[in-house]
């Protein structure tokens, strides 16, 4: 029972998982090369932090930070002695915390190279949007 259990578990988790780091990377990918005003388009919102390092070279950041609460489970109880149940194992609801940033640098106005990182990335969905006419 236990088996059927954490099997049932294990693929709930893929079937809720969202893009593969791949996946991720390559969206970013194509967004390589372009020109500032596309890639704000591509990101689909402005970024959180910029960093301007010289005249021609600046950083571009967006954060996402998902936070869920995974549910954890309850004790089992065993009987001790003459009428007396002790819990067994179990632990409490857990708060998890998942992120990611995404940095592109822009020099010149052209998008030059970008890296991301975070355990949250897999979640994160880039709805790209038009650049204004």
């Known amino acids: 029972m236990r088996a059927v259990v ?30 500032e005003r596309a890639l704000l388009g591509g990101m689909g919102r402005i970024p959180d932090n910029t960093y301007q390092l010289d005249d021609d070279t600046k950083i571009l950041q967006w954060r996402w930070d998902t936070s869920y609460i995974s549910g ?23 708060l998890v915390r998942q992120g990611c940033i995404v940095e592109w640098t822009v020099t010149k106005g052209s998008t030059q190279s970008y890296r991301w990182q975070g355990s949250g990335c897999g979640t994160v969905t880039i709805h790209s949007t038009p650049p204004p006419g």
């Open 6 to 35: 954490a099997f049932l578990l294990l693929w709930l988790v893929g079937a809720c998982a969202g893009q593969t780091n791949q996946e991720f990377d390559m969206r970013l990918r194509e967004m390589a090369g372009s020109n």
């Open 72 to 94: 954890g489970w309850a004790p089992t109880y065993q009987r001790v002695g003459w009428g007396l149940w002790m819990p067994v194992g179990g632990f409490p609801p857990t």
